[in-house]
């Protein structure tokens, strides 16, 4: 959430922000927001020469996932997230020829069901993730294998719900059952699966089930290198500019269009004007 005075951006409160409040036992309805709100923001000022590479390029500078759009003036006018970049930038071509594997974390905090959710809350913090991923021990193996996950929304909404953090079991709240990535699949299928669930990250599992990493919408965003990425926006804006044309010319015939039918209609309305004025005259003679 942004906190503004007016339009003018003051500061930025996260999921993430909830969280490490959470592990510290904060009673959060008597704090206010202005309180512990991140107040230097990192912005970017609308302009023509800033695009979404120049917003994707100071959201892996800064390691942040939210950046406010200001104007001149530092009013606020949007944000821009890791989920706008990538559903503007989709790139059928390259995420079908990269793999989950490629950037997909292998670092994955993990935790057993029987883990309280606070805990889980200061893993989260601890390890700057947004994610736990609930996971159990093989009987045969020392893999683990992940049956659930809690994310960072997920402890909001306990909040939200007054639960008590402390006494409630992962297993108990967590989201299951997982459809899990494998590790071999397409850039683009964890795309589609991400768009169509709606989801922000997937678990990617190895052949016997086993937990090898982790994919969030920040992964995809490794993908989209500036430079080629550069060329792909070029080519964009040129279909864009090549539609408007189009759908300029279009117009235009469609103008004539009606400037040609208004011209029919004109002539068909003085012809009937000018029947019943002969049929007048005719019927003045006849009597």
Known sequence: ?????????????????IVKLTTFGTDLSAVKVGEVITQEVITLRFSDNNNALTALSLLRQHKIRH???????EK???????????????????LRMRQVSEVMSTNVVRAFPNASVLSLARLMTEHQVSCVVIVEQGIETTDDYPIGIITERDIVQFQAMELNLGQT????????????????????????QMQQRPVRRLVVAGDRGELVGILTQSS?????????????VIALQQQVEECTTELQQINQE?????????QIEDELRRSHEELEQRILIREIKIC
């Open 1 to 17: 959430m942004l906190v503004v005075d007016g339009s003018l951006l003051l500061g930025i409160i996260t999921e993430r922000d």
């Open 67 to 73: 950046l406010p759009i200001v104007d001149d003036e």
């Open 220 to 232: 995809f965003l490794e993908v989209l290198d500036p430079i080629e990425m550069s060329g792909l």
């Open 254 to 262: 469609l103008q004539k269009e009606i400037n040609k039918r208004q």
């Open 76 to 94: 606020l006018l949007g944000i821009i997230t890791p989920n706008c970049i990538r559903q503007v930038l989709q790139p059928m071509n390259l």
């Open 169 to 192: 079991q992962a297993k108990t709240v967590m989201s299951t059952p997982l459809l899990c990535l494998h590790p071999e699949d397409s850039l683009w299928d964890a795309h589609r």
